[in-house]
């Protein structure tokens, strides 16, 4: 069954500490990307990755890494860095297409909250 | 540039009510667009597509129809169920030198009451 996988579905996060959210997928897609949500606001993009190896900051990097080494993952890490990182976090895949017709496909997100 | 605007919400309707949620766009060349649905604590679902104008997208009695005229894309539906409560995002996907872009509306939401 094809689809994205997020883990973990909580993650909590003391101060001044990194953390590593998970990315996976197995619909064969070449492009991959982050999206932070907060309550009652719509998606904001962190970074995204067309191919393996590459990857373009989005409009709220700052704070934020990510990595491509494989094609089916593209794990996000939140760094000491972002003062504000309590937010729904969602992964989405697509394959590219010149005509742009093909859907993005997200996971079911992760939560991630400051103790 | 490329963007999406949709109609703030909240919305809430009597059960068998009919839905309209706007969504307009802004974009170069030949975009696709997109409804999606979210439902509380789970990621977005796609919940149809139109690719050109003209198309409509139609999907568990929602429907919406590509209006390159007025560069609109509303989502419809004839009578909504309470399980129909979620918020509703307005999505289309344009090709820039870097690939696919997808850019999303603020989301809608809808609450149905029995």
């Known amino acids: 069954d094809g689809g994205i996988t997020q883990s973990p579905k909580y993650l909590f996060r003391k101060e001044g500490q990194n953390v590593t959210l998970s990315c996976e997928q197995n619909?064969?897609?070449?492009?991959m990307y982050w999206y932070r949500q907060d309550p009652g606001q719509g998606l904001r993009l962190i970074y995204y990755?067309?191919?393996?190896?590459?990857?373009q900051k989005g409009d709220i990097a700052e704070g934020y890494s990510v990595s491509r080494e494989k094609k089916e993952s593209f794990p996000l890490t939140v760094t000491s860095a972002q003062k504000n990182p309590t937010a729904f976090y969602l992964c989405?895949?697509?394959?590219?297409?010149?005509?742009?017709?093909?859907?993005?496909?997200f996971g079911d997100g992760t939560r991630l909250s400051i103790l | 540039g490329n963007s999406v605007t949709q109609m703030e919400g909240p919305v809430t309707l009597s059960e068998e009510a009919f839905l309209t949620i706007n969504c307009t766009y802004t974009?170069?060349?030949?975009?696709?667009l997109f409804w999606y649905v979210q439902y509380p604590g789970e990621g977005l679902q796609l919940l149809l597509k139109?690719?050109?104008?003209?198309d409509k997208g139609s999907n568990k009695g929602f429907e919406a129809t590509y209006r390159k005229e007025t560069t609109s894309f509303h989502l419809e539906k004839g009578s909504v169920q309470v399980s129909d409560s979620a918020v509703y995002f307005c999505?289309?996907?344009?090709?820039?030198?870097?690939?696919?872009?997808?850019?999303f509306g603020t989301g809608t939401s809808l609450t149905v009451i029995p």
């Open positions: 139109a690719t050109k104008a003209d």
């Open positions: 999505a289309l996907s344009a090709l820039s030198n870097t690939g696919n872009q997808f850019y």
């Open positions: 990755s067309q191919i393996v190896n590459d990857f």
């Open positions: 974009a170069t060349g030949y975009p696709s």
């Open positions: 989405a895949s697509s394959m590219n297409d010149i005509y742009s017709n093909q859907p993005q496909h």
């Open positions: 619909l064969n897609h070449d492009a």
